[in-house]
């Protein structure tokens, strides 16, 4: 017997992708007492979130087969309030060692639901003869700024991150339960490959441009989760409210820009959207990186967020759309060099800001814009009509 919310096969999809990042999101506005409870430097700090990736790496390269013999309804019920477990066994952690070790499990229910939810978009945006991949993504921005929302009160309120994050993990099994307790997983999109999926998801040539494409905004982005709230308070000294305040902020502009980003695909082409977005992302970066002000940092990061918006949803959009192999093999290939470089970017960027200074940790992404922009012709050049939802 299925229980809660009867909703269109859309909503359904952006309810997954809110809660699957309100559940991520809660973490990032307390990194900065996770790291004064361990009193270790940002090095450190850094090089334990690296257990989330190893996990969502060996998760995004052997999952999807998996996946598909359990059934994505059973995967999802079961993997978005696991996650929320894991997250609060995590923080438990007294050193960064431990931090490590269980984040991993974090990371492997990462790259599962990572694979879920975007397949599950990108099947339902097939059904329903529109574009709702951007959309999509907008809401998991929205989850991720509701989290930062949170997460910036409850530390302004004191209470511990262990308290915090266990706190949370009834919160989003009910939001489960409600939101996603009469999913049905969308049918399989017509007329694309249908070989046997291979163990691995190796990345073709096409591929590989798509990353480099999505490189400076999945790094930025994380950059933006893991270090903004520390770079408030080492570089401005701010209250701890601010400090999450800005993780919060990029999320909030990247889901605003997301959720209407659709229109402005279709209107002009995956290709000019990029490149606005990127160049945005580049000037985000650059006032975070000159910042003599909080609301110049602030301004900053808001501006990251609106750059980082569209970009790793189009380049999902154009993998899944590929019809040289099937659709779970080349969203898995994207999401397992991309989305690691969300999670194991910022951690290297930690000891960029161990050794240079946390500005540096920012700065260095100016490179990586340009390399999106150059390679941001893998998007495509022509306008994609379709009905909005």
Partial sequence: ??????????????????????????????????????????????LSLIG???????SLTFAAP??????????????????????AIAVTASGPVGFFLLLVPVGVAIGAIEIIVNLEADRTEHALGRRIMNRAH???????????LVGALVAQAGVPPTLHLLAMV??????????????????????????????????SLAILLLVCVTLSAMIMEGAGADWSAIYMRDVFMVEPFVAGFAVALGAGTQAVMRYFADGFVERYSPLVVSRVLLTLLGIGTLLVFFA????????GFGLMGIGTSAIFPLAMSAAAQRTDRPAAINVAALAQFSFVAFLLGPPLLGLIA????????????LPLVLL?????????????QHKLD
């Fill in 170 to 203: 009834p919160v989003i099994g009910l939001g489960t339960l409600l939101f996603l307790g009469r999913f049905n997983p969308a049918p399989h999109r017509t007329g694309g490959n249908t070989d046997t999926a291979p163990l691995l998801a190796r990345p």
């Fill in 1 to 46: 017997m299925k229980f809660g919310l009867v909703l269109p096969p859309q909503m359904r999809v952006y309810a997954a992708f809110f809660l699957y990042s309100f559940c991520m999101g809660n973490l990032y506005p307390r990194l900065p007492a996770i790291q004064l409870a361990m009193g270790v430097q940002e090095g450190a700090l850094g």
């Fill in 66 to 87: 998996i996946i598909d013999r359990v059934g994505h309804r059973r995967a999802i019920l079961t993997l978005i309030p696991l996650l929320s477990v894991f997250y």
């Fill in 292 to 299: 003599v002000h909080p609301a110049m940092a602030l301004t």
């Fill in 372 to 384: 999106s922009l150059v390679a941001a012709g893998a998007l495509g050049s022509r306008p994609i």
């Fill in 138 to 148: 907008a809401f998991w921005s929205f989850g991720f700024f509701a989290a930062g």
């Fill in 52 to 58: 989330a990736s190893v996990g969502t790496l060996v």
């Fill in 354 to 365: 161990q050794t240079f200074g946390i500005r540096w940790s920012f700065g260095i992404g």
